[in-house]
């Protein structure tokens, strides 16, 4: 099992800045993926940004050139460096860990979730 661990969250004005952090940790093959995400209540979660092993880093429209993902292979940690907030940013945030494992049919993917990280940012 893998566990998921987020950090970071908090309050801020507009225009202030925080740094997420994500710790994955446990029985971990090869992480494929580690991407941020963020629900409101009662609203679909949605992807922030991602960071696979190999390629490019993906982000949404909404927080390019704001936020920037990255990693920290030896350790399993991701991090989200957010600048500029909005009120519009005001979500809990979550860090999805995606690994691959061996299988006896060939490679599995598996997701873990972290519980979450409230960042509320003031007008």
């Known amino acids: 099992q893998v566990q998921v661990v987020e950090s970071g969250g908090g309050s801020v004005r507009a225009g202030g800045s925080l740094r997420l952090s994500c710790a994955a940790s446990g029985a971990i093959f090869k992480i494929k993926v580690m991407g941020w995400y963020r629900q409101a209540p009662g609203k679909q979660r949605e992807l922030v940004a991602a960071i696979p092993s190999d390629g490019d880093t993906t982000y949404a429209d909404s927080v390019k050139g704001r936020f920037t993902i990255s990693r920290a292979t030896a350790s399993n940690a991701a991090y989200l460096d957010m600048n500029s907030l909005k009120p519009e940013d005001t979500y809990n945030y979550y860090c999805?860990?995606?690994?691959?494992?061996?299988?006896?049919?060939?490679?599995?993917?598996?997701?873990?979730w972290g519980r979450g990280t409230q960042v509320t940012v003031s007008s």
């Open positions: 999805k860990v995606t690994t691959r494992e061996i299988g006896l049919k060939g490679l599995i993917d598996y997701d873990f």
